[in-house]
Antibody
Framework: EVQLMETGGGLIQPGGSLRLSCTAS????????MSWVRQTPGKGLEWVSI???????FYTDSVKGRFAISRDNSKNMLHLQMNSLKAEDTAVYYC??????????????WGQGTLVTVSS | DIQMTQSPSSLSASVGDRVTITCRAS??????LNWYQQKPGKAPKLLIY???NLQSGVPSRFSGSGSGTDFTLTISSLQPEDFATYYC????????FGQGTKVESK
């Protein structure tokens, strides 16, 4: 059974930094595409970042240069380093395994989410 | 950016009803379209991938169709556990979600 559990959320001031972690079981992070997706009441669901099994990384435009996705293969964990945080980064952040096949990809396993609140 | 527009934003239906939700992309996305169901306080759940492929374990009353810019999610006979919010998501260029369609009890 695939399980993903996010940690690291909390209240942070604008301009601050936060590191989210996702601990995986039942799936090998290094062998899979893994993503971060966030959700706000106002903007709904928004894909944030993805890391491919070959280590390639991609980001949505609004976080480029501020966020960094990475993985710890020895601990089977996914991370999201978030710097220069803004109020609009306030959201529930989900870790998601990204299934792939025949050129398609989709978020087939999700964690329970961790809330990040950026406010002074 | 590819914009995804769902309609309606909400609908009221009864158990046993046939429910149809549409999703339109701002440009052609072939069949790079996925559908998710989300219940309050829970993470989204994948229902359909690549426009028409049923995810393992998802009841067959759910189906998806479409290609290019216009897509449909159909629930053939609405069940009590199907009251939720549904999202479409494209994976053709980057990844973007629709704004959601809330299915409520009439």
């Amino acid at each position: 059974e695939v399980q993903l559990m996010e940690t690291g959320g909390g209240l942070i001031q604008p301009g601050g930094s936060l590191r989210l972690s996702c601990t995986a079981s039942g799936v090998t992070v290094s062998s899979n595409y893994m993503s971060w997706v966030r959700q706000t009441p106002g903007k709904g669901l928004e894909w944030v970042s993805i890391i491919y099994s070959d280590g390639s990384t991609f980001y949505t435009d609004s976080v480029k240069g501020r966020f960094a996705i990475s993985r710890d293969n020895s601990k089977n964990m996914l991370h999201l380093q978030m710097n220069s945080l803004k109020a609009e980064d306030t959201a529930v952040y989900y870790c998601a395994r990204t299934g792939v096949g025949s050129g398609y990809d989709y978020f087939d396993y999700w964690g329970q989410g961790t809330l990040v609140t950026v406010s002074s | 950016d590819i914009q995804m527009t769902q309609s309606p934003s909400s609908l009221s239906a009864s158990v046993g009803d046939r429910v149809t939700i549409t999703c339109r992309a701002s440009q052609s996305i072939n069949t790079y379209l996925n559908w998710y169901q989300q219940k309050p306080g829970k993470a989204p759940k994948l229902l359909i991938y690549a426009a028409s492929n049923l995810q393992s374990g998802v009841p067959s009353r759910f189906s998806g169709s479409g290609s290019g810019t216009d897509f449909t999610l159909t629930i053939s006979s609405l069940q009590p556990e199907d009251f939720a919010t549904y999202y479409c998501q494209q994976s053709h260029i980057q990844r973007t979600f629709g704004q959601g369609t809330k299915v409520e009890s009439k």
